[in-house]
């Protein structure tokens, strides 16, 4: 029977297929066909296995922008019996209809909608990357935002705004909505008939080499959002899904996401703040970096968090210490005037994180991120404030476990959470270092 069984993440193949002229502007270690899925549970059931076949092959293609798919299924051998899995009728079953299996046909189609696909929506943030096949302009390249869009050793970013009004966007949806099965864990469809589903979506502006005054856009991710009702005339904008194809990760590009999104929560007046359903642990380190950053390069917040002897060396955030103080350009010391200063102004907090935009139990995170960074906690005094209103928030959070716990026991575990917080807290400083 083993003979007989595929693993279904190996089997399916994904690609993000390109024009022509579009591939002709790729760089050479560019990749964007061939990935795998992370997860295939949703389709191919718990043990991710498909029975039936020998060297089995999936092929779904999507057209780079429009996302018109393709897909194929060949196989060496296939068994003549009833318990053989039917791969094409079960794939079908996630993907829109109207899906393609002749391969002339669907090349075709990538030809025509490359210049003709245009995202819909509200553009809400761009930003630049320098081309991976541009001399001297590789990987890491420095200071990428400060890149001229208009050279052709230069690739745009573009965040799109959209909902189900829309036109077409209802129909992209069901095309690009198969990367959440595939891409997060425990990730599910969303309800259509639900009509209050916002969505931002990330695409690459490519220039064709042979036409520099031509652009194409390509996929890269998107996240949809859930507008709750918050108190007394606005609204809380949940994050639900949030997902960056394989060949655009650990580019930076779901950080820009991100902030793209906040930064729209923040220009919205009817929008009170911005929460997020469940983060899996790889997004919740990227908010927590992301609002850091955003925090630390607020002046005012600064100024008046720590107070007015806090000095900052140049170039980016300054490493943590063990000893929780900055371990390059960061921090000279910190006046006990400061507002963050444990026991925190409860009050100010509370103005800046509605200011902010940001979730209670988040804002608190930061807060206690932001105060091991910035203080010298081998004081004992700061110390023990600062043990002290974290256990504060611990206990809060946990309190209908620790309820039932005798009082020495109740103790001890909110040590050993508190010491467990800390350590998690100078890993996550790291990544702003």
């Not at 897909?71 to 068994?79: D, M, P, Q, R």
């Not at 642990?281 to 609002?291: P, S, T």
């Not at 170039?315 to 000279?332: Q, Y």
Request: aromatic share 12%; hydrophobic share 35%; with cysteine.
């Amino acid at each position: 029977m083993a003979d007989w069984t595929t693993d279904s993440n190996e089997a399916l193949a994904l690609s993000l297929v390109r024009a022509k002229e579009d591939i002709e502007s790729l760089g050479e270690e560019e990749s964007y066909e061939g990935f795998h899925p992370g997860f295939t549970y949703p389709i191919f059931g718990e043990d991710e296995k498909i029975y039936g076949y020998k060297d089995l092959r999936i092929d779904l293609r999507f057209a780079s922008g429009s996302l018109a798919q393709y897909l194929s299924v060949e196989y060496a051998e296939k068994l003549a019996a009833s318990t053989t899995d039917d791969v094409q009728a079960t794939l079908s079953e996630f993907i829109p209809e109207d899906y393609l299996t002749d391969e002339a046909e669907f090349l075709k189609r990538v030809e025509e909608d490359a210049t003709s696909f245009r995202p819909s929506g509200q553009l809400i943030h761009s930003y630049t990357r320098p081309s991976p096949g541009a001399k001297g302009k590789g990987k890491g390249s420095a200071n990428a935002q400060s890149l001229d869009a208009t050279s052709e050793d230069v690739i745009e970013f573009e965040v799109y705004h959209t909902n189900w009004n829309t036109p077409g966007f209802r129909e992209y949806h069901r095309r690009m909505q198969l990367f959440i099965l595939l891409y997060i864990e425990g990730g599910s469809y969303i309800q259509e008939e639900e009509d209050t589903w916002e969505f931002a979506v990330l695409f690459e502006k490519r220039k064709q080499r042979s036409a520099p005054h031509t652009a194409t856009y390509h996929f890269v991710g998107y996240s949809s959002l859930y507008p709750f009702y918050c108190f007394p005339e606005k609204t809380r904008l949940r994050l639900s899904q949030f997902v960056i194809l394989p060949p655009y990760q650990r580019g930076g590009h779901g950080s820009e996401l991100y902030n793209s999104i906040y930064r729209y929560v923040v220009s919205q007046p009817t929008i009170a703040e911005l929460t997020v359903e469940d983060p899996a642990e790889a997004f919740e380190d990227l908010r927590d970096k992301n609002d850091l950053i955003m925090l630390l390069n607020n002046p005012q917040f600064m100024e008046e968090a720590f107070g007015e002897a806090v000095t900052h060396g140049g170039g980016r955030v300054g490493g943590v210490g063990k000893a929780g103080r900055s371990g390059r350009g960061g921090v000279a010391k910190v006046q006990a005037k400061g507002k963050i200063v444990p026991p925190s102004d409860r009050a100010w907090l509370e103005k800046w994180r509605k200011d902010l935009k940001i979730a209670l139990r988040q804002f608190q995170r930061l807060v206690e991120m932001l105060i091991l960074f910035k203080m010298d906690i081998s004081d004992p005094r700061t110390m023990r404030a600062y043990r002290l209103q974290v256990k504060e928030r611990l206990y809060r959070f946990n309190f209908e476990i620790l309820a039932q716990m005798e009082k020495e026991e109740r103790h001890d575990k909110l040590e050993e959470t508190f010491q467990s917080v800390k350590e998690d807290y100078h890993r996550i400083l790291a990544l702003v270092s």
